[in-house]
T-cell receptor
Framework: DGGITQSPKYLFRKEGQNVTLSCEQN?????MYWYRQDPGQGLRLIYY???????QKGDIAEGYSVSREKKESFPLTVTSAQKNPTAFYLCASSIGFQPQHFGDGTRLSIL | AQTVTQSQPEMSVQEAETVTLSCTYDTSENNYYLFWYKQPPSRQMILVIRQEAYKQQNATENRFSVNFQKAAKSFSLKISDSQLGDTAMYFC???????????????FGKGTLLTVNP
């Protein structure tokens, strides 16, 4: 079955450490997205990518970085510059006018 | 910039009854899409229903229907014959297709936590 796979499900970060969240899709979707979800905040867009080797900042990009070297993959790196990284992170993808499909998410916590 | 407002942080309903979740949005665009997503305790985001702004007819998906009032910029979700499995966080989302290409960013409301009681 086609879908979006996010890994790991749970991730812990030490102070000053960069961590990378994986997002892989086999839906042949062009666009991919990263959202951050905090309690009472809904989902906020971090980065998005329309095509390979191209991506744009969303509403809360500071402290995060991404790459899009392959159509299927859109990893998110949470850098040490992100001072409050504890949150639930959701990856999504879409094609054309179709709705976005979401992965199951990664919960990131600080040690 | 578009904004989406869900004014009910929490709601509850008895099993088999009907409940309506509210959503308002602000945009100067004429052509756009609206969505309701459901997020159960598993945290998976599931599309419930969608509405194209150019369609006057309200969308319906089984027990789920919307009341789309374009002039009022209102997009409420009605759940009929509520079931225990409907317990979830519900998010209203706006998408402006004029963003270009295949990149259609979503703007989400803060969500309404719905609890269905037995």
């Amino acid at each position: 079955d086609g879908g979006i796979t996010q890994s790991p499900k749970y991730l812990f970060r030490k102070e000053g450490q960069n961590v990378t969240l994986s997002c892989e899709q086999n839906l042949n979707h062009d666009a991919m997205y990263w959202y951050r979800q905090d309690p009472g905040q809904g989902l906020r867009l971090i980065y998005y990518s329309q095509i390979v080797n191209d991506f744009q900042k969303g509403d809360i990009a500071e402290g995060y970085s991404v790459s899009r070297e392959k159509k299927e993959s859109f990893p998110l790196t949470v850098t040490s510059a992100q001072k409050n990284p504890t949150a639930f992170y959701l990856c999504a993808s879409s094609i054309g006018f179709q709705p976005q499909h979401f992965g199951d998410g990664t919960r990131l916590s600080i040690l | 910039a578009q904004t989406v407002t869900q004014s009910q942080p929490e709601m509850s309903v008895q099993e088999a009854e009907t409940v309506t979740l509210s959503c308002t949005y602000d945009t100067s665009e004429n052509n756009y899409y609206l969505f309701w997503y459901k997020q159960p305790p598993s945290r998976q985001m599931i599309l419930v229903i969608r509405q194209e702004a150019y369609k006057q007819q309200n969308a319906t998906e089984n027990r789920f229907s919307v009341n789309f009032q374009k002039a009022a910029k209102s997009f409420s979700l009605k759940i009929s014959d509520s079931q225990l499995g409907d317990t979830a966080m519900y998010f209203c989302a706006f998408r402006n297709p004029a963003s270009g290409g295949s990149n259609y960013k979503l703007t989400f409301g803060k969500g309404t936590l719905l609890t269905v009681n037995p």
